[in-house]
């Protein structure tokens, strides 16, 4: 069975940091795009980063110069590297991953179950 499963999350002071994981297990050929959201309470789920494929990244202008999305391919993960927190990064974060499970089958979307960030004042 394909999962994605994030790590990493945890309680951080303001101005702190954290890298967040992001790992498919099972049977897989490859994974493609990968995007990070987050969710605050409240508030819809927002795109953070993306990276493709061939590691092109983007990020939301919030995140932007302080959020750095990397991927190594060999492992089947994708982190999340994130510098200088402010207490509105607190969120659940959730990775989500378009999942190529044979050489011939198209990329299926998979979703993790999401990892709590807290950012404290």
């Known amino acids: 069975q394909v999962q994605l499963e994030e790590s990493g999350g945890g309680l951080v002071k303001a101005g702190g940091s954290l890298t967040l994981s992001c790992a498919a297990s099972?049977?897989?050929?490859?994974?493609?795009?990968v995007r990070w959201y987050r969710q605050a309470p409240g508030k819809e789920r927002e795109l953070v980063a993306i990276i493709t494929s061939s590691g092109s990244a983007n990020y939301a202008d919030p995140v932007k110069g302080r959020f750095t999305i990397s991927r190594d391919n060999a492992k089947n993960t994708v982190y999340l590297q994130m510098n200088s927190l402010k207490v509105e990064d607190t969120a659940i974060y959730y990775c989500?991953?378009?999942?190529?499970?044979?050489?011939?089958?198209?990329?299926?979307?998979?979703w993790g179950q999401g990892t709590q960030v807290t950012v404290s004042s």
């Open positions: 099972g049977s897989i050929y490859r994974i493609t795009t």
């Open positions: 989500n991953g378009d999942i190529r499970l044979t050489i011939t089958t198209a990329a299926v979307s998979y």
